[in-house]
C-alpha cells in the first residue's frame, strides 16, 4: 500500500463517542487498537440521519421497517444515515467497515428480531446492508481478528 494506511470506516460508539442510543458508547479496546495499522473513520449513521442522542430504543420489523420501541416509524431516518455513511464511505476511499454488532443500522449478521424482548434472528442492519451493496465489505466488532473481508 506504499507505506499508506488503509482508511476503515468504524461505528462511532466503538471508538469511545458516547452516540448509541442509550447515551453510552461501546468503546472496544481491539477496535481501537486498528489504528495502528489503519485510519478510522468514524460514523453513527443514526446521528447522520437525524436522530438525537439519547433517543428510543429501535429494531427492525418486518425487513425494512425501523419502529422504536414506543411504535414510532424511524426507516426514513436509518436509511438518511445510510445514505451519508455511504457519501463519507466513498469521501475517504473507504472498502471495509467494522460496524457495531446487533444495532438496527450498523448489524451484520445477527440483529434483534423487532419484538424488544431482546431475541435475536439472522439479518444485518439498514446501513450494513446499504454499504455491502455498494461494495464495501462489513465486518462486525466480534470479526476483527480476521480482517480478511
Avoid: W
Avoid at 31 to 56: H, K, S
Avoid at 63 to 78: A, E, L, M, P, R
Amino acid at each position: 500500500m506504499n507505506g499508506k494506511k488503509e482508511n476503515i470506516l468504524v461505528s462511532a460508539c466503538l471508538l469511545g463517542v458516547d452516540c448509541r442510543y442509550d447515551g453510552k458508547n461501546g468503546r472496544n479496546e481491539g477496535v481501537l487498537a486498528l489504528m495502528r495499522d489503519y485510519n478510522l473513520i468514524p460514523v453513527c449513521p443514526e446521528q447522520l440521519g437525524g436522530l438525537m442522542t439519547p433517543r428510543e430504543p429501535a429494531e427492525i420489523k418486518a425487513g425494512d421497517t425501523v419502529i422504536t420501541q414506543s411504535g414510532k416509524d424511524v426507516t426514513v431516518n436509518f436509511r438518511q444515515g445510510a445514505e451519508e455513511t455511504l457519501k463519507i464511505a466513498r469521501l475517504y476511499g473507504c472498502k471495509r467497515a467494522v460496524l457495531k454488532e446487533r444495532s438496527p443500522s450498523c448489524g451484520h449478521g445477527i440483529i434483534y428480531d423487532g419484538s424488544f424482548t431482546g431475541r435475536k434472528v439472522s439479518g444485518s442492519g439498514i446501513t450494513a446492508r446499504f454499504l455491502e451493496e455498494n461494495a464495501i465489505a462489513v465486518k462486525g466488532e466480534s470479526e476483527i481478528d480476521s480482517l480478511r473481508f
